[in-house]
């Protein structure tokens, strides 16, 4: 079964400090990809990054970045020198070779909102 | 610019009364679903569809009803919503090519059952 856990509701920071969401999942796929997205107030969601199971290389974009640990099943997510644009609700999302068995496409964590004061 | 667009942004309706919620994309993407969003659960898909007249089950299809009579649009039917319904949907779709597809999604109905 596919399950996505982000145990963190919401996270409050002040501007400028880093802050790490994090994203736990389940799979009994070997092959299987992880997703973030972002909802900002205005409510759509901004697709922010794709992984494959195979390629464990973490990856930085700007003050992005993003820790993909296969021996723990976790995917977290790290904002440097954080900024009020940041506030928003994260969410993590998986998807296996079996989603159609499981009649779901993409499996989305509860999310975690996160506030940025400044 | 591609796009998934719904319609209508926000609605406000009581509990019986049918309403339909479009969704339309310019990708010529074959798959498409909704979601629905609520506090504390994240998105559940609803439904979804592979292609044209074809369309399955989702985790929470009960209340709902979808067609897919042309590629590009997938709307979403509530015959007789009741306030448990009341929810943020999204309407997504992707390339069918490879798994590692990302879902490109609507702008959100926020609908409220009275």
């Known amino acids: 079964a596919q399950k996505v856990t982000q145990a963190q509701t919401e996270i409050s920071v002040v501007e400028k400090e880093d802050v790490t969401l994090d994203c736990v999942y389940e799979?009994?796929?070997?092959?299987?990809?992880l997703f973030w997205y972002k909802q900002p107030p205005s409510g759509e969601l901004v697709f922010l990054i794709r992984r494959n199971s195979f390629d464990e290389q973490n990856e930085i974009s700007g003050r992005y970045s993003w820790n993909f640990q296969k021996s723990t099943s976790s995917f977290n997510f790290t904002i440097t020198a954080s900024q009020v644009v940041d506030s928003a609700v994260y969410f993590c999302?998986?998807?296996?070779?079996?989603?159609?068995?499981?009649?779901?496409?993409?499996?989305f964590g509860a999310g975690t909102r996160l506030t940025v004061k400044p | 610019e591609a796009q998934v667009t719904q319609n209508p942004r926000y609605l406000i309706t009581v509990t019986g009364k049918k309403l339909t919620v479009t969704c339309s994309q310019n990708m010529n993407h074959e798959y498409m679903s909704w979601y629905r969003q609520d506090p504390g659960l994240g998105l559940r898909q609803i439904y979804y569809?592979?292609?044209?007249?074809?369309?399955d089950k989702g985790d929470v299809p009960e209340g709902y009803k979808v067609s897919r009579k042309e590629k590009r649009n997938f709307p979403l039917i509530l015959e007789s919503p009741s306030p448990n319904q009341t929810s943020l949907y999204f309407c997504a779709s992707r390339a069918r090519g490879t798994d590692n597809e990302k879902l490109f999604f609507g702008s959100g109905t926020q609908l409220s059952v009275l």
């Open positions: 999302a998986l998807r296996d070779r079996f989603w159609e068995i499981n009649n779901n496409d993409m499996r």
């Open positions: 569809s592979m292609n044209v007249e074809v369309t």
């Open positions: 799979t009994r796929d070997t092959t299987y990809y």
